[in-house]
């Protein structure tokens, strides 16, 4: 079972940053996807970008290409998620998942954080 620990959300204008931080304790896969997830006001839970570690490919949702990066430290256990030129419809709940199989996108994954907060505003 792996243990997830998100920060780094916050208040911020539109068209600001932020930086998402995702630590990881626990795991035992010696590969595995890890990602970034949110729940925005009146949405389900969808998929923002995702890594697996078995080639680091990424997947990104179409609405953050080109504003939001992805990457992983694999000595540190730790995810990351870079947010530039934010939009109020931003706004949400971010949750780190991770899994041993390549989800890319799914909301199937077998492990959460807790979630760290995001606000944008206009």
């Known amino acids: 079972h792996v243990q997830l620990v998100e920060s780094g959300g916050g208040s911020v204008e539109a068209g600001g940053s932020l930086r998402l931080l995702c630590a990881a304790s626990g795991g035992t896969y010696s590969r595995y996807c890890m990602g970034w997830f949110r729940q925005t006001p009146g949405k389900e839970r969808e998929g923002v970008a995702t890594?697996?570690?078995?080639?680091?490919?990424?997947y990104y949702a179409d609405f953050v290409k080109g504003r939001f990066t992805i990457s992983k430290d694999n000595a540190e256990n730790t995810l990351y998620l870079q947010m530039n030129n934010l939009k109020p419809e931003d706004t949400g709940m971010y949750y780190c998942?991770?899994?041993?199989?390549?989800?890319?996108?799914?909301?199937?994954?077998?492990?959460w954080g807790r979630g760290t907060q995001v606000t944008v505003a206009s």
């Open positions: 998942a991770a899994d041993r199989f390549n989800l890319q996108l799914s909301r199937h994954y077998s492990n």
């Open positions: 890594i697996y570690t078995g080639g680091g490919r990424t």
